[in-house]
Every structure is written in C-alpha cells, then in structure tokens.
C-alpha cells in the first residue's frame, strides 16, 4: 500500500468514506464547516452539497471520529439529519471506526504459539 497519496495523517489502511444528511445549511455555513473540517488531522476529503445537504467526507478512523466531525457540523450552526436512515448509518459508522481501531492496535502472535494473555501458570 502505497500512503504516498494521501494527504499527511492518512493510512489507506484506515481510510473510510462516509455519507451523511445534515439539515440546517446555508451559504454562510457551508464554506465554514467544509474548511474546519478539512484543516483536521486525518481527513483525505470533504465535500458538501447545500442543495441536497449531504456531506461527503472520507478521513482516517485512527485519528478523528465521528463525533469530532458533528461537533464540527455543529459549531456552525447545523446538524445531522434526524431521520431514521441517518440515525442508523451513524451508528453503524460509529461500529465500523471502533471495530477498525481496535484491529489496528492488535498484535498478531505466531500461530504456533497461544497469545501473551492466555498463557497459564502452573
């Protein structure tokens, strides 16, 4: 994997890209959340659509989270969509950037021997 590409803080490895609705933007607070969000340590891009009001972005999981980036929404005067869909891919997201960022934090053991933790003593 070549992380020669992206922008500084991003593993491919890590990269996710994400969809979600926000309500509540103007033309005053698009320009603002879209740069706050892209000066973040760990977002490869960041796109918004007013007309639709869906945010595009894909960042590096090990680094921001979901939460950060609706604190950043937020800031600014909007929010993520309360609908049932947007309720249930935010969770979802939010399962998927934990699952990722545990696994990056795990070291594999040799497959001949048990891992570190599970050896009893006698």
């Known amino acids: 994997m070549n992380d020669l590409k992206h922008r ?11 969809k979600l609705q926000l309500k509540g933007l103007t033309e005053f607070n698009q320009e603002k959340i879209i740069f706050e969000i ?20 894909a960042y590096d999981v090990t680094h921001i989270n979901l939460d950060t980036i609706k604190h950043l929404v937020v800031k600014h005067g909007a929010e ?20 990722m960022i545990e696994n990056s934090k795990h070291k594999p053991s040799c497959c001949s021997r048990p891992p570190a933790q599970s050896i009893k003593h006698k």
């Open 38 to 57: 892209d000066q973040a340590l760990g977002i490869e891009n960041v796109t918004l659509d007013i007309k639709d009001g869906l945010l595009k972005i």
């Open 8 to 18: 500084v803080g991003v593993k491919e490895v890590n990269l996710v890209i994400r």
């Open 80 to 99: 993520f969509s309360g609908g049932w869909w947007n309720h249930f891919k935010t969770g979802y997201y939010k399962f998927v950037d934990q699952n």
